[in-house]
């Protein structure tokens, strides 16, 4: 085990093996990163989708009183 420590090309071999390593978790955070980000953006979209859905909601709601309000008053 010594000799392969001690060999000339282990340098360049481990060298290699930990500079492909390095570039490949550089390339899962990137994609981790813009992943995380896609995601926040698709909640925020659902969140204002939510919100306006409720506003419609009430608004029909005050429609719908309306004509309650219209079909029920005083007859003569």
């Given at each position: ?18 500079g ?24 925020q ?22 004509a ?9």
């Amino acid at each position: 085990m010594s000799e392969l420590i001690n060999s000339p090309f282990a340098v360049p071999i481990v060298g290699t093996i930990f500079g492909t390593a390095m570039i490949a978790v550089i390339v899962a955070v990137f994609f981790w990163y813009k992943a995380r980000e896609k995601e926040l953006r698709a909640h925020q979209d659902l969140r204002i989708r939510e919100m306006e859905h409720q506003r419609r909601m009430k608004e029909l709601d005050v429609e719908l009183e309306k004509a309650k309000a219209d079909r029920g008053g005083p007859r003569m």
